[in-house]
């Protein structure tokens, strides 16, 4: 029988392959926009997307090149739910996996990675440092700047939020919301 871990377990699979603060930062920031958009969106299951946010990544710490297949084989084998290994190997899409976001959790977790990123290094260019006072215009202005954060692909980010069917500025007010919920 397949295994869909909590929240809590999920940290707790996810440390045993990272070690680097920021991995962990990251995956808790994802788990967390997620179980908030889950809160807006699919509420019964916010366990699940907010363990599917933390999980994500598990395999880029150790397998950067091998991001997403490695993922696959590491959940396989902790006989984790094939649809929850499904939704975590498709935020790659078009990078590094060739499976297509196709369910709204999926389509969220595909804009979130690379929107959570961008909003962190907003909020950090910001003398609270904080994202509690970060607004959204803020961030869509370090969106059109491609110098900023440079590594954030918004391309992703605007095709997630073509896929949610959200306006951009829509996206980033509401993973703000979510990731305000880190701080609090």
Known sequence: MSYIPSPSEAM??????????FHILHAATVGTVM???ASLYDKQNQDYWESVGILHDIDYELYPNEH???AQIILKDM????????????????????IKPE????????????????????????????VMDLETKSVLKKFK??????????????DGAGMLDLDIEKLIFLTIEGMRKMEQ
């Open 103 to 130: 369910s709204y959790m999926e389509k969220l977790l595909y804009a979130a990675d690379e929107l959570t990123g961008l909003i962190w290094a907003t909020a950090l260019m910001r003398p609270s440092k904080s």
């Open 35 to 37: 179980r908030h958009f």
């Open 145 to 158: 700047q491609p110098s900023f954060a440079a590594a954030i692909n918004r391309q992703v980010i605007l």
């Open 12 to 21: 707790s699979i996810l440390k045993k392959y990272n070690t680097q603060q």
């Open 79 to 98: 006989d984790i739910e094939e649809n929850m290994i499904r939704s975590i190997a498709s935020h790659g899409y078009g990078i590094c996996s060739d």
């Open 68 to 70: 997403c297949s490695k």
